[in-house]
């Protein structure tokens, strides 16, 4: 009897290759499964499950990951505004992370002897995989066909038309992950230093030039509302902001980056909704939350983002780091108002309950209404009191040599 293997499957060149090399070059028994985490239309689901029985799989499954992907560790990467190196949304690192743990999940559901991906050998994607899968499902076989054979694409194409899959090689010069949390686009013009990825290769073309204006709600950190829309979950909100900002061309750029096995990487990217709710939330809380919120959550944040990026979701220092960001959402309820133009966007002002830039207290400034100009003289001399007793006491000492 063959032995079972798991794939996870896109319907991609470099899956494609897997399929047909695990079930026709090493004997197996392939089982597909994809994991949709916000990228894929019903109607794409259903071609990539065609195609997957069309290869050869003995099983095809389809896993509706879109909520619990946000609710696992979207909602976190928004509490904490996380930009990795300050400029990407880590779209495809969160993504990676909810796929491996359905795919474990699956191999235990199938008890089959063997699990594969289609990472390469150069990329972060093949730590994540392994590292969940070695955590969920230790001792069994993790087979990576495109890591092991070093294969270019170009080779993937001819190995596939030799067992009659013809693969659109114009379409594979690229390759695209779309998710709930942008999409990123790797290609040619990736590989070097210098180059920007042509017009044709970004998935939302720009079809919008007038400037209009949006306003997202948000209930205690969570995205629940767009213009005088309310959403279920928000997941669905950020379709939907996706959905209006998107063909403006917002959210593209290319990132360089520090990949989790020691060389430098530059990808493309797409996150029109990611990037705005990043900022309007993040302009939210810098009128509602304290300096010293701000302060620890940043710092916080930004090791979550890093190590979320390195695929160490499992460690249970996340869940403590989790419950920080959780509790402080508390107040970060109100409505962000922003400008979308082409190509770029501008966040106008909010309108908060727990606003802290209130007049009643004073205006920044301005005139205060809380507290007196020899208030001031005392707090200065008091706050800087420590400083001036070092100062006076080196000073003292140092003439004294």
């Known amino acids: 009897m063959a032995k079972k293997v798991v794939l996870g499957f896109s319907g991609g060149l470099d899956t494609t290759f897997c399929v047909k090399y695990l079930s026709e070059d090493r004997g197996f028994e392939v089982h597909s499964i994809i994991v949709n985490t916000g990228g894929f239309t019903k109607e794409e689901l259903d071609q990539i499950e065609q195609h997957a029985y069309k290869l050869g799989v003995k099983s095809h499954t389809t896993v509706d990951a879109v909520k619990g992907y946000y609710d696992r560790i979207i909602r976190y990467l928004i509490y904490g505004n996380v930009l990795k190196n300050n400029t990407y949304p880590l779209s495809v690192s969160a993504e990676r992370l ?16 063997a699990v594969a991906h289609g990472s390469t050998g150069a990329g972060n994607d093949q730590v994540r995989f392994d590292m969940v899968f070695h955590i969920m499902i230790p001792g069994v076989e993790i087979i990576t066909p495109i890591r092991d054979l070093k294969l270019s694409r170009e080779a993937e194409i001819e190995y ?18 779309k998710g709930l949390w942008g999409t990123s686009v790797g290609g040619k013009e990736t590989l070097s230093s210098n180059g920007m ?15 209009e204006q949006v306003k997202v709600h948000f209930e205690k950190g969570e995205l629940t509302g767009i213009n005088d829309r309310t959403f279920d979950h928000p997941s669905d909100a950020i379709l939907f902001l ?17 990949t989790i096995i020691g060389i430098k990487g530059r990808v493309g990217f797409e996150a029109a909704a990611p990037m705005v709710i990043l900022k309007a939330h993040h302009a939210l809380e810098k009128h509602v939350l304290t300096k010293w919120q ?88 008091i706050f800087g009191n420590q400083t001036a007793i070092w100062n006076s006491v080196n000073e003292e000492a140092n003439s004294k040599k």
């Open 160 to 177: 596939l038309k030799s067992k009659g899959v013809n693969m659109n090689a114009e379409k594979a010069k690229y390759s695209i992950n």
């Open 242 to 258: 996706q959905s209006i900002a998107g063909p403006f061309g917002i959210g593209r750029d290319i990132h360089i980056g520090d």
């Open 197 to 211: 990825l042509p017009e044709s290769a970004w998935p939302t073309q720009v079809t919008k030039t007038t400037g």
């Open 294 to 381: 701000l302060n620890w959550k940043d710092q916080l944040a930004q090791f979550y983002g890093n190590w979320l990026h390195e695929g160490q979701i499992l460690d249970p220092v996340m869940r403590d780091i989790e419950a920080f960001l959780a509790n402080s959402q508390q107040q970060v309820t109100g409505d962000v108002f922003v400008e979308l133009m082409p190509y770029r966007f501008q966040v106008t002002g909010i309108e908060s309950a727990f606003d802290l830039m209130s007049s009643r207290f004073g205006k920044y400034g301005e005139m205060n209404n809380g507290w007196s100009g020899d208030d001031v003289r005392g707090f200065s001399k």
């Open 98 to 113: 909810s796929q491996a743990i359905h795919i474990a999940e699956h191999v235990k559901k199938l008890n089959a002897d």
